[in-house]
């Protein structure tokens, strides 16, 4: 696989793993007796799970789809992988419930019964994004052209309803390198409308550091701010 090839996981995946992680270290610092808090932490996850439901559904309807029509049989492993994500969703979604139907006592036990399958989840996450970057890139890589790749992504994420790519875009922003970053943003300035991209815009600002910030602007100079 050629790193300069397009690779329709790297962005995402980059994301999914920031919210993955973030969600887990939430998770195991919760403090129990804090109401607010445990309130707050468990819509973080439930929000990772249909962040994760969401991606997994996109992969079905368009990734694999893509895999099949000219290598048959080469996206099996990943599909049969992603039915056991949708079974350890449920799980925890059941976790979550738990937390918060448990008295004072008991809430303690839940939440680190929580922990310990979300950590499980995202171990599981983490070796199956790896496997989609090294396998199913090389299928894909080695049956579409870079510009057939784009039209799929673009296909993908033309689907993608306006909130729920806002809130992919907080986790991917800071999630990626300066230059890869300043890519997406350039890419986007060409295809969004003024105030849209303005708000992907403030997002960024929102959630960059001073100095990743500092690093867009001078990537992307003064069009996009006043696109």
């Not at 790193?3 to 992680?21: C, G, N």
Request: proline share 5%; with cysteine.
């Amino acid at each position: 696989m050629s790193p300069t090839r397009f690779d329709m996981y790297a962005f995402i995946h980059k994301a999914l793993r920031a919210m993955m992680s973030d969600a887990l270290v939430a998770v195991g610092r919760l403090d129990v007796t804090d109401p607010e808090e445990v309130a707050q932490k468990l819509s973080q996850v439930r929000a990772l799970l249909a962040a994760c439901t969401s991606h997994l559904r996109h992969e079905n309807e368009f990734i694999h789809p893509a895999i099949e029509a000219r290598m048959p049989g080469a996206s099996l492993a990943t599909a049969e992988e992603h039915q056991h994500h949708q079974t350890g969703s449920v799980a925890l979604e059941n976790r979550i419930t738990a937390v918060e139907q448990a008295a004072a006592a008991d809430r303690p036990v839940a939440a680190h019964a929580l922990y310990l399958d979300l950590a499980g989840f995202v171990a599981d996450q983490f070796a199956h994004m790896q496997l989609e970057e090294r396998d199913n890139n090389r299928v894909l890589q080695a049956a579409y052209t870079d510009a057939e790749l784009l039209a799929i992504q673009g296909r993908l994420i033309d689907a993608i309803p306006p909130q729920e790519m806002t809130a992919t875009l907080r986790w991917m922003l800071p999630s990626l390198a300066a230059p890869e970053r300043a890519e997406l943003l350039a890419g986007l300035a060409t295809k969004m409308p003024r105030d849209a991209f303005c708000e992907v815009l403030a997002l960024a600002r929102q959630n960059l550091s001073g100095r990743d910030w500092f690093k867009l602007m001078m990537a992307l100079g003064p069009m996009p701010l006043a696109a």
